[in-house]
């Protein structure tokens, strides 16, 4: 059974930043990307951004390029996500997954919360 564990949320002013963390844990599985996400209660889950396994590509949504990185660790078996000059509105649960074959998201962790204050 694969797991994936998010880290690092917490609270942090406007303008600050934080570096989410997401572990996978348990039995090798082919990864083919790791995406992050985001959910406010009550709306959908978001796309933040994702990146690639084997070439570490990335991809943003609008609402974040520009002020977030995703990084791979292949060592740790690790992906990371930097947020800088962070707004209230990107207070959220974030969410890491994983698309092992290109075709979805199959893995998600339980969610990390980030509250960004004003």
């Known amino acids: 059974q694969v797991q994936l564990v998010e880290s690092g949320g917490g609270l942090v002013q406007a303008g600050g930043s934080l570096r989410l963390s997401c572990a996978a844990s348990?039995?090798?599985?082919?990864?083919?990307?790791m995406g992050w996400f985001r959910q406010v209660p009550g709306k959908e889950r978001e796309f933040v951004g994702r990146?690639?396994?084997?070439?570490?590509?990335?991809y943003y949504a609008d609402s974040v390029k520009g002020r977030c990185t995703i990084s791979r660790d292949n060592a740790k078996n690790t992906v990371y996500l930097q947020m800088n000059s962070l707004k209230p509105e990107d207070t959220a649960v974030y969410y890491c997954?994983?698309?092992?074959?290109?075709?979805?998201?199959?893995?998600w962790g339980q969610g990390t919360q980030v509250t960004v204050s004003s």
């Open positions: 348990g039995r090798t599985f082919s990864r083919y990307a």
């Open positions: 997954a994983a698309d092992p074959t290109g075709y979805g998201y199959e893995v």
């Open positions: 990146i690639t396994w084997s070439d570490g590509s990335t």
